[in-house]
């Protein structure tokens, strides 16, 4: 079976899928023999996005909040992290995307570059519970460095410590000003839907 052949089979799989499996990358990459090999997630560290496919929003964000709602219990009590930030963090990062993959190379639901990865030991990159429990770390160490400043601890986990450091605050980047005024957005919204709800049943 030639390339082109290959190419025009994998295209029609893309097309034809249900809308709930077709949200994901058609990737090749070769195996320790040489073999070459297509799939629709990522398997090793080096591979090749063969087709690129749009991931359609037909999931509201609760559905995803709910996904991972145990991972990201899990993390806020085991770094000390509330959820609503992680939540945040999270939506901000990557939409809730588990296969997201950056222009820069960042990884995951928590974006998280590969040295970063390795650091706080999230082998799988692509696995959720991975994913934020070394995102959730990394944000803790850095709340910690930063005394605690939430406004520091995101300027660095976006532009990184080097880059707060320098500028002695929140650096000059619009990318890192629109990530941090849009992270405390929406956890400052997930508070306020927390109060409403306990004020309706409470009532």
């Known amino acids: 079976m030639n390339f082109v052949r290959i190419f025009f089979l994998l295209f029609l ?3 034809f899928l249900p809308a709930k499996t077709a949200s994901a990358d058609i990737i ?4 320790d023999e040489g073999r070459l090999h297509f799939t629709d997630r990522p398997v090793q560290e080096s591979y090749v996005v063969f087709i690129k496919t749009t ?3 037909h999931r509201p964000v ?5 996904l991972y709602r145990r991972e990201i219990a899990l993390a806020a009590e085991k770094y000390g992290v509330t959820e609503t930030l992680i939540h945040s963090v999270i939506e901000t990062e990557s939409g809730y995307n588990r296969l997201a993959v950056s222009r820069a190379g960042a990884r995951g639901l928590m974006q ?17 519970a991975e994913n934020i429990d070394g995102g ?21 986990y976006n532009a990184g410590e080097t880059a707060v450091d320098k500028y002695g605050g929140v650096p000059p980047f619009p990318e890192t000003r629109k990530f941090i ?8 919204n997930s508070r306020s839907d927390a109060r409403v709800s306990r004020q309706i049943f409470s009532e």
Do not use: I, Q
């Open 13 to 15: 799989t893309v097309c």
């Open 55 to 57: 991931v359609p929003k």
């Open 112 to 128: 998280l570059m590969p040295k970063t990865a390795e650091r706080y030991g999230a082998r799988n990159v692509f696995s959720p």
């Open 181 to 188: 005024g849009k992270v405390l957005r929406l956890r400052n």
């Open 136 to 156: 959730v770390h990394y944000l803790r160490d850095l709340l910690d460095r930063y005394d605690g400043s939430v406004h520091l601890a995101l300027a660095a």
């Open 62 to 66: 609760a559905y995803y909040r709910e």
């Open 28 to 31: 090749k990459y070769f195996d």
